[in-house]
């Protein structure tokens, strides 16, 4: 079955459709049925078809997350993107556990800028660690504005030209979720 991208310029999307992601997606047409059904019925506003997601609040118990990083901003660009092509094929190979009922992989990966001091805190922020993160530099998933932007890239390189005077070292990371749902009495 081909699946076609609604955006323009259109492409065939099915080599990113697994088991689980038509599952989730079959999941989503019928709950958005339910909600149709409510809403021609009169019993529930048009806003409610377009509610924020549940994927962090009520979507999954348990979560993998990838993290990508680098120290300079170039290079976690060409890395991420890399990373994030092979999440795909970590959510196809996740169908082959039988203690997983479902793979969900969430759509965009965080982006974040940490200054490090130290190796060790360097290992904390690859482990996952937020406390040197850098919340005055933008990011496109701090609410800040998109990494890739020229003027952000530019931004990112003066501060990475100032850490050096400083002996701090910039760490560039990118995160991807996975949720999962476990299979019963697994």
Known sequence: MPIITPAYPSMCATHNISWFTKEVINR???RAGLIMDQVIAGKAPWKDLFGKHTFFTQGYKYYLCVTSSSTTIEAQLKWSGLVESKVRLLVVSLEENE???LAHPFNKGFERVHRCKADADIQKVK???LEFQAKDIPTATTGHG???DPTVIEEATKAEKKAEDEDITMVYTTTHYIGLEMKEGE
């Open 28 to 30: 989503e047409l019928k």
């Open 99 to 101: 203690a997983i009922a």
């Open 127 to 129: 482990g996952g660690r």
């Open 146 to 148: 998109p990494v890739i």
